[in-house]
């Protein structure tokens, strides 16, 4: 074996071992994110289409954990009705039977986990408690919170 084929080998094993190691690591980063702790932060009235309805809104308090990548535009992935540049990641809203109550599919950064909301209309008793789970459609990876909420 000649000096140039055993450096060409060992600079290969390296490459591997380092796509090996950092494969892991991502892996292990990914494992260990938290939850997200949802919080409601209240309530506010709106008219829509003749109708009177109650927006309820809440914030993510952990959201400085998720990484901006986790809300980058994503035109790789199915598109979210006509938006083809939907976020990596799309949230839900659920009560605490699961009947999903609203979705987000193009939050831009983690800070607009502070801005997501559900609405019913005033007439409409809300759940007790609601939930949220963030999907990361690249990963397939779920993080569902905490149950929050719908009143102080």
């Not at 009947?99 to 801005?115: Q, Y």
Request: glycine share 6%; net charge neutral.
């Amino acid at each position: 074996m000649t000096s140039a084929t055993r450096t060409t080998l060992v600079l290969v094993v390296i490459c591997i071992s380092l796509t090996i190691l950092l494969d892991d690591r991502v892996s292990r980063t990914e494992a260990k994110r938290a939850n997200p702790v949802l919080v409601f932060r209240g309530s506010e009235s709106f008219g829509s289409g003749g109708k009177s309805f109650i927006r309820y809104k809440y914030a993510v308090e952990n959201h400085q954990e998720y990484p901006a990548e986790l809300f980058a535009p994503s035109p790789a992935l199915p598109p979210c009705g006509m938006n083809t540049n939907a976020s990596r990641t799309w949230v839900d809203f659920f009560d605490q039977s699961g009947h999903r109550l609203n979705g987000f599919c193009a939050l831009g950064r983690p800070a607009d986990l502070n801005k997501i909301w559900f609405a019913l209309e005033s007439d409409v008793v809300p759940p007790s408690w609601v939930y949220m789970e963030m999907m990361d459609r690249q990963t397939n990876t779920k993080y569902k919170s905490n149950l929050s909420e719908t009143t102080y």
